[in-house]
């Protein structure tokens, strides 16, 4: 069987191979890279050269048998994606054990899902249902990845949440594109050839940002930066300005913060998390304003002071988020902790 292609389509394959040879590279760095385990990358790396390959100016006749298992990974990148999603936001993060009863209906939606693309080739509702789905994962993802996004120290993780954003925004788009959109749209050249670029300039920007970030500073070096860090007049600074009373401000930002010590607001983050060792800009708040409400707790002449009062007065703006940093920090609720007294 012949397949004929025009200029416009070898350009098109080229940038999609060169993708695919990407991804592969990355997937065995990924592999070798034993600092810690890389799986759920790995199966996005293997779900998104399935669409690439699928995805190709050629007929669907010339894939043969290998166009099922194509279309099965590109059905199931939206799982992939969330999966790296909770690993990216939280390093420890790991699959939660299922309940008994949850086991059995996730088993058997993977065993239908294998089935139906595997072996029905995907032809039918239920590849609409599961677009639907992918759709719902996919907003839930964005949500995770912008959820307290400024509020997160760590500039890297910070940077992956706006790409995963960014990656979540383009999948819709595409999802959205071939489920609604006219088959000449789906079937042009010029669509299939931006498609192509586009994963192209996105894996080269990953792969680039992969290596790049993949030395990790020896502890030695670790330890003299920090201590040089806590060496730092800005560090001073920022305890001076804490100590006096700063953290009971109201809606306190970063950026409010980084004003009035007179530095950048990325200066200031670096400082907090890499000096101070604090990961979220709200974990550094509350390890000050969780001991102010505890003394006064402690004292008697705040026994009928409503914890309300005191949680406003400390900063917050509501009484749930106040609540959920005490117990965490101090592991009894603000009503439980003054009983004690």
Not at 322 to 341: E, S, V
Request: net charge positive; charged share 15%; proline share 5%.
């Amino acid at each position: 069987m012949t397949i004929v292609l025009t200029d416009l389509q070898v350009i098109d394959l080229f940038f999609r191979f060169a993708a695919v040879g990407l991804l592969i590279l990355l997937m065995a760095f990924l592999i070798n890279k034993a600092s810690k385990p890389s799986t759920p990358h790995i199966l996005l790396c293997s779900c998104i050269i399935g669409y690439v390959l699928l995805t190709a100016p050629i007929e669907n006749g010339h894939y043969g048998g290998l166009r099922n298992v194509l279309l099965f990974f590109t059905d199931v990148t939206p799982y992939a994606i969330l999966w790296v999603t909770l690993a990216q936001l939280n390093s420890q993060f790991k699959l939660p054990q299922p309940p008994k009863w949850g086991v059995y209906p996730a088993v058997l939606w993977l065993v239908v899902l294998a089935y139906f693309f595997l072996v029905k080739g995907g032809a039918g509702l239920l590849h609409d249902i599961n677009h639907g789905i992918a759709l719902v994962i996919l907003l839930i993802c964005v949500y995770l990845s912008a959820y307290k996004l400024y509020d997160d120290l760590d500039n890297q993780r910070r940077n992956t949440r706006v790409l995963l954003i960014l990656l979540c925004a383009l999948y819709m788009t595409v999802l959205v594109v071939f489920e609604f959109a006219s088959s000449a749209i789906r079937n042009s050249w010029q669509f299939s050839l931006t498609n192509a670029v586009a994963i192209f300039a996105i894996t080269l920007f990953i792969a680039k940002r992969t290596l790049l970030t993949a030395d990790e500073i020896s502890p030695t070096e670790a330890s003299t930066q920090h201590a040089e860090q806590l060496d730092n007049p800005q560090i001073t600074a920022l305890r001076n300005l804490m100590e006096q009373g700063a953290f009971l401000q109201p809606e306190l930002t970063i950026g409010k913060l980084a004003e009035q010590l007179g530095i950048p607001a990325h200066q200031l983050r670096q400082l907090i998390n890499q000096a101070l060792g604090f990961s979220n800009f709200s974990h550094y708040l509350n390890s000050y304003r969780i001991p102010w409400v505890c003394e006064r707790l402690n004292n008697p002449t705040n026994k009928k002071t409503p914890i309300l009062t005191l949680a406003l007065e400390a900063g917050y703006g509501s009484i749930a988020p106040f609540n959920r940093a005490f117990k965490q920090q101090m592991g009894l609720t603000p009503t439980q902790y003054r009983d004690q007294f």
